[in-house]
């Protein structure tokens, strides 16, 4: 469903995707490689990536939250 989005999206609507994984890792979800390229490739068509470094906000309160 996620490539249907991608497909009704590209070049007609803006999009924005959040993720943890890495494009090289998007083959596990998608199972595909092919329909993993196709989706990458809609993706990064005309895009602006921005790209976060650093430790996980989420990780570092649920291992505050433990103790």
């Given amino acids: 469903m996620l490539f249907?989005?991608?497909s009704l999206c590209y070049e007609q609507k803006s999009i924005i995707v959040t993720t943890n994984l890495q494009f090289g890792q998007w083959n596990?979800?998608?199972?595909?490689?092919i329909l993993t390229e196709a989706v990458v490739d809609r993706l990064i068509?005309?895009?602006r990536l921005i790209l976060f470094k650093g430790e996980?906000?989420?990780l570092r309160?649920?291992?505050s939250n433990r103790y």
Avoid: A, C, L, T
């Fill in 61 to 63: 309160e649920s291992v």
């Fill in 4 to 6: 249907q989005v991608i």
């Fill in 56 to 58: 996980s906000h989420r």
């Fill in 45 to 47: 068509h005309h895009s």
């Fill in 28 to 33: 596990h979800v998608f199972g595909d490689p």
